[in-house]
């Protein structure tokens, strides 16, 4: 089996036609970092090059699925962004390259010929949920959580799915709030496939994958590659590109600078509080104005 720093992936014991794709960074609620992109399409790639493989289960080690990317590091840290976020003049094509690399990997699941289900317990928010999104299905929790607290400020989701998951008026109500929903919800809307109680999930997506698992590879490629047409004709790629370059924006722009510098100087959590109170956030010169001030205060 394949080894990696961030994630796990092996064939179930019991079952070798399922793979399982385990986040494994439970210490950080499995927060992305700048290794986890590619490990997930490594992953990906070596189950389906597995002939046993007929099916992958991604899931996460510990309290929830994924927490989204590490921001105590790239937000709340004094470590340059990934994306050379502190580099002036900022370099927008730089950051599409390094943005766009990251949802390429995480859309290996989507285009992945073997189906991929997400299992999700605890929170899939923010990045996480552009991943949980990128699987062809999801078994959730009643109590799980998913959303993209972020648009509210310093982020723009990169794979563009939840349009093409929920429709427009309940993308627009997510990403206008920031708000998460929980399993009950999710079904509600037609974005979970299934919803149980949190000590059913495992039996429940383990029922869906054995189904799965019985029917031939070539037929489930078959008939993905028809669905994901779809997707393609509607202009998923199209919509990526846009949402990729406008997630860069958002991180550059005064409220995005200011979001970032509050988080360096009152830390992370004071910053996420804000954030998600329904507070209003600082914005255009307001925003220039504290910028200076948390820049002076950082520097004394």
Known sequence: MPVFTTLRI???ADHP????????????YNAIDDRTPAEIRAAVEW?????????IIVEGAGKGFCGGYDLVHYGAGQDEHPCKQERHPWDPMEDYAVMKRNTEDFMTLWKSAKPTIAKIHGHAVAGGSD????????????????????????????????TYRLGAARAKQMMFTGDTIDGRR????????????????????LALALRIAGVP???????????NQVLLTMGLEQSQSLATVFDGITRHNPEGLWFRRYAQAEGFKAAVDWRDSGRPIPEGDEARALIA????RLKS
């Open 217 to 227: 590879r070539g037929h489930l490629a078959m008939h993905k590659l028809v669905v």
């Open 17 to 28: 036609r399922i793979a399982r794709l385990l986040l494994n960074r439970p210490e950080r």
């Open 186 to 205: 999710a079904l509600d809307w037609g974005l979970a496939n299934e919803v149980v109680p949190a000590a059913e999930l495992e039996a429940a997506t």
């Open 47 to 55: 189950a389906n090059a597995t002939d046993e493989v007929h099916v």
């Open 293 to 296: 001030e948390l820049e002076a």
């Open 10 to 12: 092996d064939q179930d």
């Open 131 to 162: 991943i949980a999104l990128c699987c062809d299905l999801m078994v959730m929790a009643e109590d799980a959580r998913i959303g993209y607290m972020p648009t509210r400020v310093w982020g723009c989701p990169t794979t563009a799915m939840w």
